[in-house]
């Protein structure tokens, strides 16, 4: 092992004390000899480099490649630039990949596809070869143990043996089920959905490793791969073993923001459950991904595009803390790794059977004009002082400088860096945003300040009402959670958030569901698309989104997907909560997350449970709104008792305020007389920071 690894890895068991085994920060790196051959000269500092040397002294401990049987057949016939090879991927160059990764300290997972193509959730192709024995179960399965076999022996008299194989390929549908086309990618046939089938077949491949190992004396690790939904991960698991798979060492799955729709902390706790209902398994997320730009660079369409709204804007130092938090999470949760999918695959000339370029150019960790390494982007994310200590806090600094020029950049000093007060630079999220986060014990605080430039001395001046750090500086303070500080240069009026959680739920009791529940309007992304709602169980739907506070829109519900002949199928909405067109809902958003609950047809207001409604930020119902002559305010549940309600115009000036006297009454508030527009309600329960929300008088 080279000296530089063996000293990584010493650091490692330093950082990770507790967990007993080495936690594996991995990147897949199956394309990178193929792109140097179409072109790419990888760089780090504008300066060429051994694109695996800048992997490994990133902190890359595992290297995943995927190896196609016989990759020939399709990849021959796509006219490649001169000097690039017919094709890749096959052992042969899954060989080379192995050599160059282990020269450089690395550990390997070989990711067996048993196909000709990319297996995943949509096809698992059988092999050319074993084409004519795909309906004869024991031929198949002999094929399947010879092929594993043999292939282990050609790597390790190489002594190219990975430390990590890799049964399968995102195997939710089987393995070995699907007979090719001649174009060697599309799908013909499928030849079985048994599972029982499929297990042994799988099985047959792990028999074979497992064989291979006591003669041999080696001991790779072997794992199987199931990709899809947070929810469904325990079910795939599950059925594998109750279907006789169970001799294998590690459950890998992935997880992808843009294909899953999970957020960060339900990954954590998927893993947490997977880790209990099956604790004598390891458990790595074995594929992942995530972007750092919205353009495409190329001619090949981008296939990552949906980025996690509580990490926005795109840009690379969103991507690193992405990434950052993810891997905490994965650790927290009891995961043994992470794998990048895939930070190399940039754009060149190369073909591949969709188009000429990458589909992952904006997901790359290299910027896709000069191939350099981009290190303010996810490239970043195996350092290991980012996971020292799992206990600590996330602590995110934002000031808003739409109103200020800043040439030299902005920059933060305070008390919780290394060096205190030493000025660092901020994010330029856009817009005038600047933000910088990092990670400090649950019980730290202490003092902060924005500056203007890299120069202490351009810090900005407080009014004495929010200098409360030493009567001069910002304070913050960590009370066992996440947290964010979000203000204006200069001022104590804390800056708008860029977006809110606002979640739209329905009652559907007595309706008929049978063609689903479905939401349209101003507020799903692209306005009137209709979109399908979640079935939370006893006749409650859900759906939601993240939005811009202030933003308003109508809305309404409805039980078809189509709009062919909808009229039949949308809510009649009653005439005193149309106040939008005199026919459909309306919504206003605050500057904190927002839900939005209502009976189908009805304006009667949902009393929610906690999963819908945070506990310390969601305690009232302000309803309805947008109002024409009256809101009501409304506590949700008795833990704080009283409340009192004042409500401010947009100049600030106070229009009423009320005290909620019996806790169990409504508080109804006339607003007839009311000018159109936004007014802001702040509710002080009296134990807790004030509640606010927007509330939007319309002009009708």
């Known amino acids: 092992m080279r000296k530089e690894a063996a000293i990584s890895l010493l650091l490692f068991y330093l950082f990770f004390p507790a967990k007993g085994q080495q936690f594996f920060f991995g990147n897949d790196l199956s394309y990178v000899n193929q792109m140097e051959d179409c072109g790419a000269i990888f760089k780090e500092g504008f300066l060429p480099k051994d694109v695996y040397k800048i992997f490994a002294e990133r902190g890359t401990d ?131 959905n048994s599972w029982s089938r499929h297990a042994a077949l799988m099985n047959s491949a792990i028999k074979a490793i497992r064989d291979y190992s006591k003669d041999n004396h080696v001991s790779p690790k072997i794992a199987v791969h199931f990709s899809g939904k947070l929810s469904d991960q325990k079910w795939h698991f599950q059925n594998l073993i109750n279907n006789g798979v169970s001799d294998f060492d590690i459950m890998g799955i992935s997880y992808y923001y843009a294909w899953h729709q999970g957020s960060i902390s339900e990954l954590e706790s998927t893993i947490r459950l997977l880790k209990q209902s099956f604790s004598a398994y390891d458990l790595m997320v074995v594929e992942t991904g995530y972007l750092w730009s919205t353009k495409n660079h190329d001619q090949l369409v981008n296939i990552i595009n949906i980025p996690d709204p509580s990490y926005l804007p795109v840009i690379p130092e969103k991507q690193l803390e992405y990434m950052i938090d993810y891997t905490r999470a994965v650790m927290r949760g009891g995961g043994n790794g992470v794998i990048f999918w895939e930070p190399a695959w940039v754009s060149t000339p190369c073909k591949t059977p969709w188009g000429t370029g990458s589909s992952h150019d904006h997901v790359a960790f290299f910027d896709p004009v000069h191939t350099n390494f981009m290190d303010n982007g996810g490239g970043m994310w195996m350092q290991a002082p980012y996971y020292d200590d799992l206990d600590t806090k996330k602590i995110t600094f934002k000031v808003d400088m739409t109103a200020e020029d800043y040439p030299d950049g902005v920059f933060i000093a305070g008390t919780f860096s290394a060096a205190q007060w030493e000025p660092i630079k901020m994010t330029n999220e856009g817009n005038g945003i600047f933000s910088y986060y990092t990670y400090l014990t649950a019980d730290s605080e202490g003092g902060f300040i924005f500056l203007n430039g890299p120069s202490f001395d351009s810090k900005e001046f407080l009014p004495p009402e929010c200098s409360l750090y030493d009567n001069e500086y910002r304070k913050y303070k960590i009370d066992g959670v996440d947290v964010q500080y979000s203000f204006l240069w200069g001022e104590c009026m804390a800056a708008e958030p860029d977006s809110v959680k606002v979640t739209f739920v329905v009652d559907m009791t007595g309706q008929d569901v049978s063609r689903g529940v479905f939401l349209t309007g101003d507020q799903t992304g692209h306005p009137w698309r209709i979109v399908a709602m979640t079935n939370m169980g006893g006749g409650i739907y859900s759906w939601f989104t993240h939005m811009k506070p202030g933003a308003k829109g109508a809305y309404y519900f409805l039980t078809t997907p189509v709009w062919d002949d909808y009229k039949t199928y949308r809510e009649t909405v009653p005439p005193e909560c149309a106040v939008w067109w005199n026919s459909d809902r309306g ?9 939005i609950a209502v009976r189908w047809g009805s304006c009667e207001v949902l009393i929610l449970n906690n999963q819908f409604r945070d506990k310390t930020e969601s305690q009232f119902l302000i309803f309805p709104n947008p109002a024409r002559s009256e809101i009501r305010i409304r506590r949700l549940g008795h833990k704080y008792g009283e409340f009192e309600v004042e409500i401010f115009n947009m100049l600030g000036f106070s229009m009423t305020k009320v005290a909620s006297g019996a806790v169990d009454n409504d508080i109804i508030i006339p607003i007839e007389s009311w000018s159109s527009g936004y007014y802001v309600c702040v509710i002080n329960n009296g134990l807790k920071v004030k509640h606010s929300s927007v509330i939007l008088k319309p002009t009708y």
């Open 587 to 595: 919504f206003a958003i605050s500057s904190s997350d927002t839900i």
């Open 62 to 192: 595992l290297v995943r490649v995927r190896l196609w049987k016989d990759p020939s057949w399709w990849q021959a016939p796509l006219l490649q630039p001169a000097g690039v090879k017919p094709f890749y991927n096959d052992l042969a160059d899954v060989k080379k990949t192995i050599q160059r990764s282990k020269a450089e300290g690395m550990q390997v997972m070989l990711d067996i596809h048993y196909s000709d193509f990319w297996a995943d959730p949509g096809r698992q192709l059988i092999p050319r070869a074993w084409i004519d024995v795909a309906y004869d179960l024991n031929a198949l399965k002999d094929s399947v143990y010879q092929y594993t076999h043999n292939l282990l022996t050609e790597l390790h008299k190489e002594d190219l043996l990975p430390e990590f194989l890799k049964v399968g390929n995102e195997n939710n549908p089987g393995i070995l089920k699907h007979i090719p086309v001649d174009n060697g990618y599309d799908i013909k046939t499928n030849v079985s």
